[in-house]
């Protein structure tokens, strides 16, 4: 009888099913799968990275309906946002740390 594995962990999943070789494990988030089965480029992370930032850039405009605290967290976001790629190495790992905004109040 053929076994199954799951192509991240290697733990066993299954078996005598062997066209179902994709089958994960319950051990791995949403994105450490969605990581696994479409690795990160530096062009895919430099892409995000640049939606994330348009996506905040709302929050920097003078007549943004945030808090002075709340907006420093976004800049401070954005610049780790920008900062991002050149802290990646993807031969070192394709597990992509992406900052978050910081909670305020
Ligand atoms: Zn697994």
Redesign the pocket.
Known sequence: MDKTF?P??G?LTGYGNPEQIDV??G??TGDEINAFFNPPTMDSIRRERDKLLKESDWTQLADSPLSNEERLAYTTYRQALRDLPRKVDLSVSKDIKWPKIESVG
């Open positions: 799951c991240i962990c733990t994960v494990c051990n791995h």
